[in-house]
């Protein structure tokens, strides 16, 4: 199809797209889309959906795949984001098989003076308190108690199972209680220690 051989196009009138100006339209048009994502208290996004709503925002196409080019937006996103003072909203999108942001993820924290997370659980949850933080500043309607830190649905689920399996109890499976994730300091999205002082930035954060 001429489509698929273009590549990059706009929608309006078919004419071809430079793959760095796609780029910035996607930018611009992801930030609004996980604005809105982060006003759903506990809300995330897969990577697919994202890519396929800022290309229906933009009327930019691709017929190139996601997976080869969403990291690149999300990667603007992660900068523009620092430079306006906000959350890190990528911390919203998810992959579709396992719930989890993935290792591009790393962007948040390079962006932030922050080193790399190299064990995967303890991004997701470095990951699920920047979520709380989105929800927090851009006006989701949370609980009483100014809400929790989660990790994505799907990601929880497999975790529970890892648990019953772990335990071998039909029960955990089925109603696994939450657990009260770690105090995070609300800056760095770190884990503060017994004495609640952030070994990053030296905050102190009260019971």
Same mark, same amino acid.
């Given at each position: 199809?001429?489509?698929?051989?273009?590549?990059?196009?706009?929608?309006?009138?078919? =004419?071809?797209?430079?793959? =760095?100006?796609?780029?910035?339209?996607?930018?611009?048009?992801?930030? /609004?889309?996980?604005?809105?994502?982060?006003?759903?208290?506990? *809300?995330?996004?897969?990577?697919?959906?994202? $890519?396929? *709503?800022?290309?229906?925002? =933009?009327?930019?196409?691709? =017929?190139?795949?996601?997976?080869?080019?969403?990291?690149?937006?999300? *990667?603007?996103?992660?900068?523009?984001?620092?430079?306006?003072?906000?959350?890190?909203?990528?911390?919203?999108?998810?992959? $579709?098989?396992?719930?989890?942001?993935?290792?591009?993820?790393?962007?948040?924290?390079?962006?932030?003076?922050?080193?790399?997370?190299?064990?995967?659980?303890?991004?997701?949850?470095?990951?699920?308190?920047?979520?709380?933080?989105?929800?927090?500043?851009?006006?989701?309607?949370?609980?009483?108690?100014?809400?929790? /830190?989660?990790?994505? /649905?799907?990601?929880?689920?497999?975790?529970?199972?890892?648990?019953?399996?772990?335990?071998?109890?039909?029960? *955990?499976?089925?109603?696994?209680? $939450?657990?009260?994730? /770690?105090?995070?300091?609300?800056?760095?999205?770190?884990?503060?220690?017994?004495?609640?002082?952030?070994?990053?930035?030296?905050?102190?954060?009260?019971?």
């Amino acid at each position: 199809m001429a489509q698929q051989q273009r590549g990059y196009w706009r929608d309006a009138d078919g =004419s071809a797209v430079a793959v =760095s100006q796609a780029h910035i339209v996607w930018t611009r048009a992801a930030y /609004p889309a996980l604005v809105d994502v982060a006003g759903r208290y506990h *809300a995330v996004i897969t990577y697919a959906e994202l $890519a396929e *709503a800022v290309q229906q925002a =933009s009327g930019v196409r691709t =017929s190139v795949n996601q997976r080869h080019w969403i990291g690149k937006v999300l *990667a603007l996103v992660v900068r523009e984001a620092h430079r306006r003072g906000d959350p890190p909203l990528t911390a919203l999108v998810v992959h $579709a098989t396992d719930g989890m942001v993935g290792a591009g993820y790393q962007d948040v924290l390079e962006v932030a003076g922050q080193p790399p997370i190299l064990d995967e659980m303890d991004r997701e949850q470095h990951a699920a308190a920047a979520r709380l933080a989105c929800y927090r500043h851009f006006g989701a309607d949370l609980p009483a108690d100014g809400g929790i /830190p989660a990790l994505a /649905p799907r990601l929880t689920t497999a975790v529970t199972r890892r648990k019953a399996a772990a335990t071998g109890t039909r029960a *955990a499976a089925t109603a696994a209680p $939450a657990e009260r994730p /770690p105090a995070i300091c609300p800056t760095c999205f770190l884990q503060l220690p017994a004495t609640r002082v952030c070994d990053s930035c030296g905050e102190t954060i009260p019971l």
